[in-house]
């Protein structure tokens, strides 16, 4: 009678199956399951860096692909994402303790004379989700206030959200002086909100257009990726 | 039926609502960033201009200028103490407007959403939420609002905590739906979800539908949804007029007044009760839409090929209601 009634004692189950069980209780957005898994995987041996990218990433990005095809919605997301930061809280000194390869930071926000917040703040749970740090600027944001908290927090991302097609162009106002400065380069920049589109964000000179929050995460780390291997490459 | 929105529905067959407000204001100088609210004590005659523009070219229904009018939103402006009086101004400017019709025309006291996300996800709760709605009910029925117009909402707790505002201040009411994602809300609520829920509500809506989300083609994909649910409580469509695009520095919405008035006709036709628009439908949308739904005769229930090929094509392949939508095979679960 090997149903799914019986009970699951996490510390029984293999490391493998372990990991396996890990995935499906953030997909169902367990917190006090994932913090046992994590406490499990940590006593027995599991480097902080393995039980972050190899349980809670690895099951994050099943969540935003599911999330990105129209199966999960945000309700479901964000008991996701809660479930993983309860795994992070744990993980967090661990990392900084062992030396660990930070994911990358982000400063979010809205841009000058957009208040709409709400992508944005999807947005910012999800990239915590994933094992970002983001610095949330809030709503109304003018160009000195996205380059002073980028320089000040060493970010890696500059993100700007718009809900307003009179705002949007504001995006580009940001890039421009990026430019100017020549400090575009310095940071990748992505940008979202529901009137933009891909043809958008290429016209103004963005890295990225991304079309939700879990699209946000997959650009994040494969951006993050890229410049690992361009440092790695000594370029 | 003492309503003065009943009384209408119960004399015709259709009725206009209005178009977009923040495109319009916008066209009148309003700064990005700067809360509309404000402009009802600060530049009330541009207001009148703007309830003006949808009387005038048809509108049976017209909503006030107080869509971010509760206190969530407005503390962003720090105008949060404001919240009665800037409804209260919003809906007397329109009574103006509305009792010099000539004709019947419903003052509809517009209020949106919160915009947080309600516990346990978020931290609004559900009588958090229900005491800002009611602080902004009661500011727009004392200044004369006919009906609540509950718009673009995504979160059905958030819907049902503005129905129990409306109860408390004793306001029938409207309430629509934002369909953006996949054919559902952000939340993941789909038509034949809303219908069901609008019924099983302490004080049904009025009318219920959607307004906003992607193009007018989706949102008539919705209102197909409701529909087929077989709940016979008057619709509303108010659509996008078509989808902004980026051109040489510009945004503008792509709808025509032309695709408008097919819209408009493919609303009626499909049997909605109250057709608008919602994001760049200006005076002149309204006009064509009003002279269509005037001259051109009822037709079949459109199909939902019918529709794509009179508005342009769906945003997603399902919209959650046709068990057609992607799923993922789930290996055993500890709950369920």
Redesign the interface.
């Known amino acids: 009678m090997a ?2 009634d019986d009970e ?1 004692i996490l510390s029984e189950l293999s490391d493998d199956e372990l990991v ?1 069980q890990m995935m ?2 953030l ?2 957005g ?1 917190k006090e ?1 994932i913090e046992e898994g994590v406490n499990i995987l940590l006593e027995r041996g599991w480097a902080p860096y393995d039980v972050l990218t190899k349980a809670l990433v690895a099951g994050m990005t099943i969540v935003g692909h ?1 999330f990105r ?8 997301v ?2 996701a994402a ?1 479930a993983m930061k309860g795994g992070m809280a744990i993980l967090k000194p661990l990392l900084a303790e062992t030396g660990a390869p930070r994911m990358g930071k982000m400063v979010i926000g809205t841009v ?7 992508g944005k ?1 999807l947005v910012s749970m999800m990239m915590e989700g994933a094992g970002f740090e983001v610095v949330d600027l809030g ?2 944001n003018a160009v000195e206030k996205y380059l002073e908290a980028a320089a000040r927090e060493e970010a890696d991302i500059i993100g700007m959200s718009a809900l ?6 504001y995006m580009k106002v940001v890039i421009d002086t990026m430019k100017e400065q020549g400090i575009r380069d310095d940071y990748i920049v992505l940008v979202g909100g ?2 933009l ?1 891909e ?2 964000g290429r ?1 103004i000179g963005a890295d990225a257009y991304c079309r ?1 929050a879990a699209v946000t995460v997959e650009t994040a780390k494969d951006f993050i990726k890229r410049k690992h291997n361009q440092l790695a490459a000594g370029g | 039926m003492s309503d003065a929105l009943s009384r209408l529905l119960a004399d015709r067959d259709w009725l206009l609502a209005d178009g977009a407000t923040g495109t319009n204001l916008f066209n009148m100088g309003l700064e990005s960033g700067e809360p509309p609210e404000l402009w009802n004590v600060d530049e009330p005659e541009k207001i009148r201009t703007l309830y003006r523009g949808a009387v005038e070219a048809g509108s049976d229904i017209f909503l006030t200028n107080s869509f971010g009018g509760n206190a969530s939103r407005l503390k962003l402006h720090n105008a949060q103490d404001r919240v009665r009086e800037l409804n209260r101004i919003a809906a007397e400017l329109g009574r103006e407007i509305a009792d010099k019709a000539g004709r019947p025309v419903v003052l509809a006291g517009s209020v949106g959403p919160t915009g947080e996300i309600m516990a346990p996800m978020g931290s609004l709760t559900h009588n958090a939420a229900v005491e800002m709605f009611h602080e902004q009910a009661e500011g727009l029925k004392e200044g004369g609002a006919d009906v609540l117009w509950i718009e673009t909402i995504s979160a059905p707790e958030e819907y049902k905590a503005a129905a129990e505002a409306a109860d408390l201040a004793g306001m029938p009411w409207c309430g629509t739906m934002s369909f953006d994602t996949a054919g559902r809300t952000m939340m993941g609520v789909t038509s034949a979800q809303m219908s069901a829920m609008v019924e099983k509500l302490k004080n049904p809506p009025v009318a219920y539908g959607a307004n906003c989300g992607v193009g007018a083609a989706d949102l008539l994909r919705t209102v197909t949804g409701f529909v087929a649910s077989g709940n016979e409580r008057p619709i509303i469509a108010k659509g996008n007029a078509g989808i902004p695009r980026f051109q040489d520095g510009h945004i503008h919405y792509d709808g025509t007044p032309d695709l408008m008035a097919d819209y408009a006709v493919l609303a009626r036709d499909l049997g909605v009760r109250i057709i608008g628009g919602c994001c760049g439908t200006m005076p002149d949308h309204l006009r064509a839409m009003r002279e269509a739904l005037e001259t051109r005769p009822r037709g079949e229930r459109p199909t939902l090929d019918e529709i794509a090929t009179k508005l342009g094509g769906f945003s997603s392949a399902s919209d959650g209601t046709d068990g057609e939508g992607p799923t993922r095979e789930r290996r055993g679960r500890r709950r369920g």
């Open positions: 149903d799914n699951i396996q499906d209780d997909y169902d367990l399951e599911d095809d129209g199966i999960l919605f945000v309700p479901e964000l008991l809660n000058k004379g957009d208040i709409h917040d709400i703040n709503i109304n307003l097609t009179t705002t949007m162009p529901a009137p589109n043809e958008f016209a939700d």
